[in-house]
C-alpha cells in the first residue's frame, strides 16, 4: 500500500464537520424503518443506494431529510451516534465534533430533549470506552425561519453546558446569514462556539457575512472564498480554520473533479483547511477516504497530510491543555512513522 496511506490510517484526527444524521447508513435505515414502522420509498438497501445521485446540495438534501424519518427514539439517536462513533475508531479519529439538525427532528414532532440525549449519551460512551473526546454542534436550518431558529435555541436552554456551539447548515442560495444575524448574536451571548456552512454553493459574499455578522470561529466548507482575494487575505491573517470535505464537494458538483479538488491550493494559501466527511452514508466514505482519494487525486504529499491533521485539532474547540494532548499523540505518531 502507498505509505501515505499507511501514514493516513496510523495518524490520530479530529473531524469538525459531520452531520450525525449523515452518518445514518443505508441499512441502519432500513432496520429503524422496520423496528419503528416507518415506510421508506425504497424496497431494498440496495434501492437506497440507487437514490444517492446528486446534481447539487438540493437534490442531496430532500434524501436526506427524508432518510432521518426513521429516526424516533432516543434509542435510534443512540445507535446511529454508535456506529459513527465506531467508524472513527477504525480511522482513528479520536476527537469529533457532530453537528446536528434538531429543526429536522422538532419539526416532526420529536422532541428536542429525544434527539439530543440519544446523541449525547452515545458520546459519553464513546468517551469512556473508546477514548474519543467529543463536542455537540447544533445547526440552524437555514431555510427555515429566524423565529424557528430563536425557538431551537430556546428548547437547547437546558442542554447548554453540553452543547459546544451553533452552526448553519441546509439549502443555502437564497439564505444568507445575515437572515440569522439576531439569533447567532443571541448564542454569542450565551458564549457559544459559532459556525456556519458558507460558500460552498454560496457567493463569497456569504462567507463574508458569516465572519463579519454572524462571528464565526470556523467556516464550513468555505470554497468559494478562493473567488475573492481580499476574503482570503482575511482568512489567512484571522487564521479561521475551514474545515473542508472533498468527497462531498464532489458528490455535490461543487468541485467537477476531484483532482480539480482546492485543498492543495489553500494550503498553499496559507489557510487553515481541515479534511472531514460532512455526511458519510451519503458521500461514499469516512475521514480516511477523504484523505485517501486526495492521494489519489491530487498526489496529496506526506508533509500536507500532517498539516491537515495538525489543523484538525488546532482548529477543534477544546480547551488549550486537551488540544495539546492530542497534538503530543499526533507528533508522535508522526516521529514513529519516520523512524520506520
Ligand atoms: N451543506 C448544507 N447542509 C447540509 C450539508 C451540507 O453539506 N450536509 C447536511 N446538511
Ligand atoms: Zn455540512
Given at each position: 500500500m502507498d505509505s501515505r496511506k499507511t501514514l493516513?490510517?496510523?495518524l490520530p484526527k479530529a473531524e469538525l464537520h459531520m452531520h450525525i444524521e449523515g452518518s445514518?447508513?443505508?441499512?441502519?435505515?432500513?432496520?429503524?424503518?422496520?423496528?419503528?414502522?416507518?415506510?421508506?420509498?425504497?424496497?431494498?438497501?440496495?434501492?437506497?443506494?440507487?437514490?444517492?445521485?446528486?446534481d447539487c446540495l438540493q437534490d442531496f438534501l430532500d434524501v436526506y431529510y427524508q432518510g432521518m424519518s426513521v429516526l424516533q427514539t432516543e434509542r435510534d439517536f443512540f445507535d446511529l451516534t454508535w456506529a459513527y462513533l465506531e467508524h472513527c475508531?477504525?480511522?482513528?479519529?479520536?476527537?469529533?465534533?457532530?453537528?446536528?439538525?434538531?429543526?429536522?427532528?422538532?419539526?416532526?414532532?420529536?422532541p428536542f430533549a429525544t434527539a439530543f440525549?440519544?446523541?449525547?449519551?452515545?458520546?459519553?460512551?464513546?468517551?469512556?470506552?473508546?477514548?474519543?473526546?467529543?463536542?455537540?454542534?447544533?445547526?440552524?436550518?437555514?431555510?427555515?425561519?429566524?423565529?424557528?431558529?430563536?425557538?431551537?435555541?430556546?428548547?437547547?436552554?437546558?442542554f447548554l453546558d453540553r452543547i459546544a456551539g451553533v452552526g448553519l447548515d441546509s439549502s443555502e442560495k437564497g439564505h444568507p446569514p445575515t437572515k440569522?444575524?439576531?439569533?447567532?448574536?443571541?448564542?454569542?451571548?450565551l458564549g457559544?462556539?459559532?459556525?456556519?456552512?458558507?460558500?460552498?454553493?454560496?457567493?463569497?459574499?456569504?462567507?463574508?457575512?458569516?465572519?463579519?455578522?454572524?462571528?464565526?470561529?470556523?467556516?464550513?466548507?468555505?470554497?468559494?472564498?478562493l473567488e475573492d482575494e481580499a476574503l482570503v487575505a482575511r482568512i489567512v491573517a484571522e487564521q479561521i480554520p475551514l474545515t473542508v470535505c472533498?468527497?462531498?464537494?464532489?458528490?455535490?458538483?461543487?468541485?467537477?473533479?476531484?483532482?480539480d479538488h482546492p485543498i492543495r491550493k489553500m494550503l498553499a494559501l496559507g489557510i487553515k483547511a481541515t479534511v472531514n466527511s460532512d455526511d458519510p452514508a451519503y458521500f461514499g466514505g469516512y475521514v480516511n477516504d477523504n484523505f485517501n482519494a486526495l492521494v489519489?487525486?491530487?498526489?496529496?504529499?506526506?508533509d500536507e497530510i500532517i498539516t491537515l491533521v495538525r489543523n484538525s485539532f488546532e482548529a477543534a474547540f477544546l480547551p488549550e491543555e486537551v488540544k495539546q494532548q492530542h497534538l503530543a499523540r499526533l507528533e508522535a505518531a508522526v516521529e514513529q512513522h519516520a523512524t520506520h
Open positions: 493516513i490510517a496510523n445514518l447508513e443505508p441499512e441502519l435505515m432500513f432496520s429503524l424503518a422496520q423496528r419503528n414502522g416507518v415506510e421508506l420509498p425504497y424496497a431494498s438497501v440496495e434501492e437506497i443506494r440507487q437514490a444517492y445521485r446528486f475508531r477504525t480511522d482513528n479519529v479520536t476527537h469529533v465534533e457532530i453537528f446536528f439538525d434538531p429543526q429536522g427532528h422538532t419539526d416532526r414532532g420529536i440525549e440519544g446523541i449525547a449519551s452515545a458520546l459519553e460512551k464513546g468517551e469512556a470506552e473508546l477514548g474519543i473526546s467529543s463536542r455537540i454542534i447544533m445547526c440552524f436550518l437555514r431555510h427555515l425561519d429566524e423565529e424557528s431558529a430563536f425557538e431551537t435555541l430556546r428548547q437547547a436552554e437546558p440569522f444575524q439576531r439569533v447567532f448574536e443571541r448564542a454569542r451571548e457559544l462556539k459559532i459556525v456556519a456552512h458558507a460558500g460552498e454553493e454560496g457567493p463569497p459574499g456569504y462567507v463574508w457575512e458569516a465572519l463579519d455578522a454572524l462571528g464565526v470561529h470556523r467556516i464550513d466548507h468555505g470554497n468559494r472564498a472533498p468527497q462531498s464537494n464532489l458528490r455535490l458538483a461543487v468541485v467537477k473533479d476531484m483532482a489519489d487525486a491530487l498526489d496529496l504529499p506526506e
